[in-house]
């Protein structure tokens, strides 16, 4: 198993636009899990390019050594538990009409923020999605 340097630069060079740490992405992904509790109101492809931070995560996993993973899986499980509260499954139905995923480990693709509001929520209520709408709340 590799470094957290050694991961950051080997996902670089897979395409990765920078060599992230992983406290880079586990910030990135408590502040994305935060402003989807609140009701996430940018557009449709700046949520699919936020959810990219999760991917990271997931990519790294693979590769970091244990020590390392096991530091940091209690924060993102509770990061992943504040996101599955916040958001509904829909098996990917309304992100799949933006943006397809087919892996079946990237769970939080096949599903869409509980409050959709601004931007996003208008693109995601035209894919199908069904959630609530604060100002009619």
Partial sequence: MA????VGELLRRRGWRTAFT?????????????VIERGYGDDIYEYINDLYCRNWL???WLLLDEHLVQLWTPRIKALDDRFEAATVDDDGQALDRFHS?????????????RILTGDLGRSLRSAGAIGTDPGTA
Wanted: glycine residues 4%; proline residues 6%; aromatic residues 16%.
């Fill in 3 to 6: 470094t957290e340097t050694e």
């Fill in 22 to 34: 992983v406290a880079d992405r586990v910030n990135a992904w408590a502040a994305l899990v935060s």
């Fill in 58 to 60: 997931y990519e790294a």
């Fill in 101 to 113: 995923r087919s892996d079946p480990g990237l769970w939080w693709w096949r599903r869409h923020p």
